[in-house]
């Protein structure tokens, strides 16, 4: 069993910057990917940024240049700095992380980007 801790988000006006960040415990050496998805009202959940065992990161074309998704060197921690922040990134962003045996999810925080 893995569990994750999620922290951050809030209210922000256009332009402006948020970070989150991702703790995990438990079982976690059975992971090989981490990072970050965000699902808007009345859409599915899409992948923000993650990371794997190798350090090899994905990002949504939609969040390159502006978001940077980052991790501790325990490998336990993960950091998704939001800066150039657009109304269009208000979602509810969720931590993921696979393990070999399973994927596991945070309860989810809201990113709010509004004037």
């Known amino acids: 069993q893995v569990q994750l801790v999620e922290s951050g988000g809030g209210l922000v006006q256009p332009g402006g910057s948020l970070g989150l960040s991702c703790t995990v415990s438990g079982d976690t050496f059975t992971i090989y990917n981490m990072g970050w998805y965000r699902q808007a009202p009345g859409k599915e959940r899409d992948v923000v940024a993650t990371i794997d065992i190798s350090g090899n990161l994905v990002e949504d074309d939609s969040v390159k240049g502006r978001f940077t998704l980052s991790r501790d060197n325990t490998r336990r921690t993960v950091y998704l700095q939001m800066n150039s922040l657009k109304p269009e990134d208000t979602a509810v962003y969720y931590c993921?992380?696979?393990?070999?045996?399973?994927?596991?999810w945070g309860q989810g925080t809201q990113v709010t980007v509004s004037s």
């Open positions: 993921g992380v696979l393990s070999y045996s399973s994927s596991y």
